[in-house]
């Protein structure tokens, strides 16, 4: 599995040349920042993170989004990734970042291919919580992200007990993202 990753600053290069809007970058380097943060408190935990994927992967989330801002981003950025030949690694995490994941009955009536479109590895998992974390280019609470999905898709959809379950998961291997201290 050892894909060649394209190296950040290519991936941000890439970002502008597919047309990604100024604001979509920022998004895309503060869930990349976050994400690696993660990653780091995942290594002192002993887990073995391969942060080059997660931060490349991060940068890249959002890609689809310079041909759409609807939930197709993540299949339309899957055929940008492929039509660049980016590593697979990388269309996975473009491909599973939405909400908490889709499920194939979701994706069915959302109009996307019919599969599921959850995050599967811990790098998958790591970048889609990240991305629920940032709003624009800020770290928001959870609680945040999961009253606005509650707004938007209604307080019993279940992408928002993935997104719970996504945080639950997650939590202890990061511990709290809005504690700014250094653990000191």
Request: aromatic share 2%; with cysteine; charged share 30%.
């Amino acid at each position: 599995m050892n894909e060649e990753l394209p190296s950040p600053q290519t991936a941000l290069r890439l970002l502008s040349e597919v047309g990604c809007s100024k604001r979509v970058i920022a998004h895309c380097k503060a869930v990349s920042a976050l994400a690696v943060k993660f990653v780091e408190a995942c290594e002192k935990k002993g887990l073995d993170v391969d942060v080059n994927l997660v931060e490349v992967g991060a940068l890249l989330h959002d890609i689809g989004r310079s041909k759409t801002h609807g939930v197709d981003h993540a299949v339309v950025g899957v055929e940008i990734a492929k039509s660049l030949n980016l590593p697979e690694s990388i269309v996975s995490i473009i491909e599973r970042h939405i909400g908490g994941g889709i499920s194939s009955d979701e994706a069915k009536e959302l109009g996307l291919p019919v599969k599921d479109y959850f995050p599967v590895t811990l790098e998958e998992k790591l970048v889609a919580y990240a991305d629920k974390l940032i709003e624009g280019s800020r770290v928001v609470p959870i609680e945040r992200t999961i009253e606005q999905f509650s707004r938007k898709l209604g307080e019993h959809h279940p992408a928002i007990d993935r997104i719970i379950s996504l945080h639950e998961e997650l939590s202890p291997l990061i511990g709290d993202v809005n504690d700014d201290s250094d653990g000191a």
